[in-house]
């Protein structure tokens, strides 16, 4: 089992940076993905970065390329998801979330096996 916590949602203004963090504990593994997605009210909960196990690899939602770095520290199991540029699209709930081993860096929310609980982050316009 994987527990995931995620932190530093808020209200921010459309512009603003915010960084989230993701704490993970129980077996954690190596050679595993973290990810982040998101959901918008309404909407699917969409893909928005994942990292490797040693950071080696990232991918990113196209329109967040840029805008946003996905980051981990294996020594604090915290994975990492600084965002800049924030605009009223990027408001959506936010969930970390944790993969085995793939042959690639997966996107699809079924590849994930363990989530957080998500966190909230609101831009204002």
């Known amino acids: 089992q994987v527990q995931l916590v995620e932190s530093g949602g808020g209200l921010v203004q459309a512009g603003d940076s915010l960084r989230l963090s993701c704490t993970a504990s129980?077996?954690?593994?190596?050679?595993?993905?973290l990810g982040w997605f998101r959901q918008a009210p309404g909407k699917e909960r969409e893909f928005v970065a994942a990292i490797t196990w040693y950071g080696d690899r990232t991918d990113y939602k196209a329109s967040v390329k840029g805008r946003f770095t996905i980051s981990r520290d294996n020594a604090k199991k915290v994975v990492y998801l600084q965002m800049s540029g924030l605009n009223h699209e990027d408001t959506a709930v936010y969930y970390c979330?944790?993969?085995?081993?793939?042959?690639?860096?997966?996107?699809?929310?079924?590849?994930?096996?363990?989530w957080g609980q998500g966190t909230l982050v609101t831009v204002s316009s």
């Open positions: 129980g077996r954690t593994f190596s050679n595993n993905y």
């Open positions: 979330a944790w993969s085995g081993p793939r042959p690639e860096v997966p996107r699809a929310p079924d590849a994930y096996d363990y």
